[in-house]
């Protein structure tokens, strides 16, 4: 079953709103989660580790004022896309190490977060 | 060069057929290596992990990893309509954040 739940699957928004997508871990703590971006045909793409009860580390050439991340509790981290966009449209994906601390644990993925702005 | 090369395909085979994926690395410091199955439309997941080289097997697929080579490969055997999927390959490297890099993903298309 799935051990990380993102929400929602999927969002239609319009351009210029902000989107909220939650990522929670399911029967375990996530003191560090990451959110990935992946286009049509195309691998994921890093675009920030978001670390319990601080700040998120982006990627480099991620706005980080446009992609807002709060990790506020072990179970759960969010992604809001600000001021959305159309060029914003993209697969949105959260993961996970169930392992914890354990650093060379396999990252586990939610079923990630399908946005359209209009 | 990419760190990871992987063919993305699509590859058809017919249900039944022996499936090889594979992915070269640049790399040497990788030690760890994942194989993802993503269906259309759903988050990644994972279905191999190995650590350093050697063989892994679960169920009908087969996990090979060639550190010399710096080449992966993931067999699928007895392949089946439901394996058609992106098979995307990882690996990451011991020290600092061990956060995965990921290939593009191979498309395998099983028909019946």
């Known amino acids: 079953g799935a051990v990380v739940s993102q929400h929602p699957s999927w969002v239609i928004c319009k351009s210029g709103t902000s989107v909220k997508i939650e990522c929670r871990s399911l029967?375990?703590?996530?003191?560090?989660m990451f959110w990935y971006r992946q286009f049509p045909k195309q691998s994921l793409m890093l675009m920030a580790t978001?670390?319990?009860?601080?700040?998120?580390?982006?990627e480099q050439g991620v706005e980080k004022d446009k992609f807002l991340i709060n990790h506020a509790s072990l179970t759960l981290s969010t992604l809001t896309v600000t001021s959305a966009h159309p060029e914003d449209s993209s697969f949105y994906i959260c993961?996970?190490?169930?392992?914890?601390?354990?650093?060379?644990?396999?990252?586990?993925f939610g079923n990630g977060t399908r946005l359209t702005v209009t | 060069q990419k760190e990871v090369e992987q063919d993305p395909g699509p590859l058809s085979v017919p249900e039944g057929a022996i499936v090889s994926l594979n992915c070269t690395y640049s790399?040497?410091?990788?030690?760890?290596f994942m194989w993802y199955r993503q269906y259309s439309r759903k988050g990644p997941e994972l279905l191999m992990y190995?650590?350093?080289?050697g063989n892994k097997e679960d169920g009908r697929f087969t996990a090979q990893v060639d550190k010399s080579s710096k080449y992966i490969s993931l067999f699928i055997r007895d392949s089946q309509p439901s394996d058609s999927a992106t098979y995307l390959c990882?690996?990451?490297?011991?020290?600092?954040?061990?956060?995965?890099?990921f290939g593009r993903g191979t498309s395998l298309i099983v028909h019946p």
């Open positions: 029967d375990f703590q996530a003191t560090t």
């Open positions: 978001s670390n319990e009860g601080s700040k998120a580390t982006y």
């Open positions: 190995t650590y350093s080289s």
């Open positions: 993961s996970a190490r169930v392992g914890g601390s354990l650093l060379n644990s396999p990252l586990h």
């Open positions: 990882a690996m990451s490297a011991s020290g600092g954040s061990y956060i995965p890099t």
């Open positions: 790399n040497s410091a990788f030690q760890y």
